[in-house]
């Protein structure tokens, strides 16, 4: 249905990885590595009216640094290296691993908000 939010509009993985934006499929969903522009300088839509929060940033931190523990602890079974190794390998990767998927989940937290419409939670007045 063309004018209903999310009609036509980019793929929701394609506004986190490309920084695409939702409703005009033009790039300009992010001003910063993960940080939202205010808005389209295309069609105008407004990003700071979408509420992403910070719900990716902490289940990504709590994933990734699931996989980044595991790896590690693998290591030291495995070959025992000196503590500093484990520093210069698992700081890189996890600040790397967090940032990047960040910029995907929030990118498409907002299409997923836009495409549905989500907005923020309303009372039903009637009885």
């Known amino acids: 249905?063309?004018?209903q939010p999310?009609?036509?509009a980019p793929a929701p993985f394609d506004c986190g990885v490309?920084?695409?934006c939702p409703r005009c499929a033009a790039p300009t969903?992010?001003?910063s590595p993960v940080a939202f522009a205010g808005r389209c300088s295309v069609c105008g839509l407004d990003f700071d009216a979408f509420n992403v929060g910070?719900?990716?940033a902490a289940f990504l931190t709590l994933g990734i640094g699931t996989i980044i523990t595991v790896l590690a602890i693998w290591l030291e079974l495995a070959a025992g290296p000196p503590w500093w190794v484990h520093v210069l390998l698992w700081v890189p990767l996890t600040i790397l691993g967090v940032?990047?998927?960040l910029r995907i989940a929030k990118g498409m937290l907002i299409a997923l908000e836009y495409r549905r419409g989500a907005g923020e939670g309303r009372i039903d007045p009637r009885p």
């Open 1 to 3: 249905m063309p004018g």
């Open 18 to 20: 490309r920084g695409l």
């Open 99 to 101: 940032v990047g998927s």
């Open 6 to 8: 999310g009609a036509g």
């Open 29 to 31: 969903l992010f001003r």
């Open 54 to 56: 910070d719900g990716p």
